[in-house]
């Protein structure tokens, strides 16, 4: 048997004691009912002896109190499961041992929730604290249990409920102060000392909140009447603490000046604190607030980076628990942070993502084409440095072609910031083959245009990290270099520091590029750090390492490729690396198993570089079906070089071109002289 009943019914004793049903209508009981059901609920889901009900429900029994109780306890099923059929067990109002039991969710019942409210409150930070007791203090409808306030077993619950309530008013008003809303909190405090005068903290509260609305003698003012009215009511003197606060004001402390918080998070505290006690909890606006919090949030870098991408997904999943397409093609669109990147931080939840947008996409209102197209560059985005045989053919939706669908929408409706979004999509499906450096900068100048005529600053980081990139490859250092420096002033003026990981490591390939290998290495060593804590593993995770062999093979520097270790962490390049350095080491036959039925890399930034890496080996140890592999795969690149990620190369493809040229036109003669 389940430890609780999760049925529809809500109970309420924060006042006069109420059960309502789904619809939030009360449910018809008599008084006795209610009084039983009340007692019930005051033992939190432990068992009630029918004898203890006896003694509480009267001073003198009738003839036969366990019989009524038990027709009471009849009548009150029948209120609280109607549609349970006859002679079926119970689920809520459970016979257990010598007595009856409420099996109720805790969140049923909003004495039980209003402990919780205060309970975690304690723990949270104060705009949430604020909108957790605001809300909670809003379930009180009056005394509690008051239908029931003469009754001797409700006493102690009462006065333990409303020295709660009694708390919760006063850590309300301390979250309040804490958020610079201190005026708000000044009408509810000056009732709350009226009616409570001996709670001290509460004066201490009303004085606080005085001073920092710039009333000083009325906060010493309020003082002297908390002084006055213990010692008329209750022959005391104030506490230390409310003491000490008196000297404290007189003396203007500089802890009790509001002007020391920094305004920008006093803003931030006020505005959080303000949604949070507008909107709803259960709201489905919140998941769409939600997922574009976490846009923003994913930009400011390293744990930010890494909770965005957690949280998305919570919120992507719980709209989708809802059965709403319109609301989850929202909740996954509106994170439309640009992606320069190829490889994914987080593959299983990349996967399961696309999935949800395609299921999505399908349960859409035909003509809902803006939520479409931003589903559609979801799942182009989020597929990036897939394979096509890793799409279904079946399901219309494969990432390139999911990409100019959202692209064609786009234009059509002649939204910029869609359009943004659809280019990126484009750009991130732009590997279908080597070679295309400068269709991925006409890529970068449109989404350029259009993120500088709009304001899209992200878009114009990204603009720029892809033209970056697209002159690496086309051996344009200084056009390069230009971008790069454009996409930290931007960077700069929105504080965006992701984008320095990305610059920082072009300069360290412009180091490369122009000079010894000593320099290099120790510019990619310092660009490594940047990597630490940025929350992008699908960039970090062997990069390293990479790169520092591509300077070797740059260098053709055997000697330094050999000294490698294959047992080293090369992150995902690793069957691509082995049989290089394998090589290098003149372990041929080792290198031919390793590259015996290698598969082709990952078409995304590092395509041209890993074939130029299988290249090498291949040409090292002769094995002609691999070097015809390469040759193939590096020739549309054949003007171009392998650095088009921006971050590492390993020199011009015609190079490579050239050594798998030079290989086949000897082997061949030696081949047919045997």
């Not at 409570?196 to 710039?214: K, S, V």
């Not at 699908?538 to 000697?559: K, Q």
Request: glycine fraction near 6%; proline fraction near 6%; aromatic fraction near 6%.
């Amino acid at each position: 048997m389940n430890a609780h009943y999760s049925g529809p019914m809500r109970f309420q004793v924060l006042g006069p004691v109420i059960v309502r049903d789904e619809t939030g209508e009360p449910v018809a009981l008599r008084a006795r009912h209610r009084e039983v059901m009340a007692r019930l609920i005051l033992a939190r889901r432990r068992v009630v002896p029918v004898g203890r009900l006896v003694d509480d429900l009267w001073d003198e029994p009738p003839a036969d109190p366990v019989g009524a109780i038990r027709t009471f306890v009849a009548g009150l099923r029948r209120a609280l499961e109607p549609d349970r059929p006859p002679r079926t067990p119970a689920r809520l109002l459970v016979t257990e041992g010598p007595g009856y039991v409420l099996r109720a969710e805790p969140d049923a019942v909003d004495a039980w929730r209003f402990d919780d409210a205060v309970r975690t409150a304690a723990e949270l930070p104060a705009a949430q604290a604020l909108s957790r007791l605001t809300e909670a203090l809003g379930w009180w409808h009056g005394f509690a249990y008051a239908d029931f306030a003469d009754s001797e077993w409700t006493r102690a619950e009462r006065a333990r409920l409303s020295e709660q309530r009694l708390l919760a008013v006063e850590r309300r008003a301390a979250a309040q102060l804490a958020t610079g809303a201190a005026a708000a909190a000044i009408p509810d405090l000056d009732v709350h000392v009226a009616e409570h005068p001996w709670r001290e903290d509460a004066w201490q509260l009303l004085a606080t909140a005085l001073y920092a609305c710039g009333r000083q003698a009325d906060a010493l003012a309020v003082v002297g009447r908390a002084r006055a009215m213990l010692a008329e009511q209750f022959g005391i003197d104030p506490g230390p603490r409310l003491r000490r606060l008196e000297q404290d004001l007189l003396l203007q402390a500089e802890h009790l000046d509001p002007g020391v918080t920094d305004p920008v998070e006093r803003v931030w505290e006020q505005a959080r604190a303000a949604y949070d006690s507008a909107v709803a909890s259960r709201t489905r606006t919140r998941l769409e607030s939600t997922a574009g919090l976490m846009r923003d949030l994913a930009v400011t870098g390293g744990g930010g980076l890494e909770a965005a991408r957690r949280h998305r997904i919570a919120a992507v999943a719980a709209a989708d628990q809802t059965g709403d397409a319109r609301l989850t093609a929202r909740v996954i669109g509106i994170y439309d942070v640009p992606a320069i990147w190829t490889r994914s931080d987080d593959p299983a939840s990349d996967r399961w993502l696309v999935t949800v947008a395609e299921k999505t996409i399908r349960r859409l209102p035909e003509h809902d084409d803006a939520d479409r197209a931003r589903l559609l560059a979801t799942i182009a985005v989020e597929s990036r440095g897939a394979l096509p045989t890793e799409h279904r053919a079946d399901d219309g939706l494969r990432p390139l072609r999911a990409a100019r669908a959202a692209e064609e929408i786009a234009r059509r409706l002649r939204d910029p910031s869609l359009l943004a979004f659809a280019l990126n999509g484009v750009f991130m499906q732009s590997f279908e083959r080597a070679g295309m450096a400068r269709q991925r900068d006409a890529l970068g100048a449109e989404v350029l245009s259009v993120a500088t005529g709009n304001n899209l600053f992200t878009y114009e980081v990204l603009g720029h990290l892809v033209r970056m990139q697209s002159h690496c490859a086309l051996a344009d250092l200084e056009g390069a270099r230009r971008h790069a420096a454009a996409a930290d002033a931007v960077a700069r003026r929105y504080d965006l520091p992701l984008v320095t990981v990305f610059t920082d490591w072009f300069r360290a390939l412009r180091t490369a590029e122009t000079s010894d290998i000593r320099a290099a290495e120790a510019a990619y060593e310092a660009a490594a750090v940047a990597l630490d804590g940025a929350g992008m593993p699908g960039l970090r995770h062997g990069l390293l390492p990479l790169a520092l062999l591509s300077l070797a093979l740059r260098h053709r520097d055997t000697e330094r490729i050999a000294s490698f270790d294959t047992g080293r962490d090369w992150g995902p390049y690793a069957p691509w690396v082995r049989p290089a350095v394998l090589a290098a080491r003149g372990e041929i036959d080792a290198a031919r198993t390793a590259l015996r039925d290698i598969a082709s890399p990952p078409r995304d930034l590092l395509f041209e570089a890993l074939w130029a890496v299988i290249a090498y080996a291949a040409t090292a140890v002769g094995d002609a079906p691999v070097m015809a592999r390469a040759v193939a795969q590096l020739s549309p690149a054949a003007a171009e070089t392998t650095a088009q990620s921006g971050l590492l190369g390993v020199g011009p493809v015609r190079g490579y071109l050239d050594e798998l040229s030079t290989w086949a036109r000897i082997a061949v003669p030696i081949h047919r002289r045997r």
